[in-house]
Nanobody
Framework: QVHLVESGGGLVQPGGSLRLSCAAS????????MRWYRQAPGNERELVAQ???????YYVDSVKGRFTISRDNAKNMVYLQMNNLKPEDTAVYSC??????????????WGQGTQVTVSS
């Protein structure tokens, strides 16, 4: 079994910054790509950022230049540094990892999510 726990969310003013962290724990054999998603009320869940095992990154256009995803393989951690936050960034941010807990079996694991609110 694999458990993901996010932290670092909160309330910030427009232009502010937050750093989200996601810790993976449990019986892990291997972890592949790691991702951050977000979902605001009434909106579809969208992929915000992805980082592969080789540290190749992807960002949705709306956050390019403002957000940075990184990972620490030794600690099974993934981070999302969010700068110059905008009200439209308000959402629940969830960590997602592609991982194997049993030989030859891979699946997506999700954290519970952390609230990010950008408002004056």
């Amino acid at each position: 079994q694999v458990h993901l726990v996010e932290s670092g969310g909160g309330l910030v003013q427009p232009g502010g910054s937050l750093r989200l962290s996601c810790a993976a724990s449990g019986s892990l054999l291997s972890i592949g790509s790691m991702r951050w998603y977000r979902q605001a009320p009434g909106n579809e869940r969208e992929l915000v950022a992805q980082i592969t095992t080789g540290s190749t990154t992807y960002y949705v256009d709306s956050v390019k230049g403002r957000f940075t995803i990184s990972r620490d393989n030794a600690k099974n951690m993934v981070y999302l540094q969010m700068n110059n936050l905008k009200p439209e960034d308000t959402a629940v941010y969830s960590c997602n990892v592609w991982a194997s807990a049993r030989p030859g079996l891979w699946t997506n694991y999700w954290g519970q999510g952390t609230q990010v609110t950008v408002s004056s």
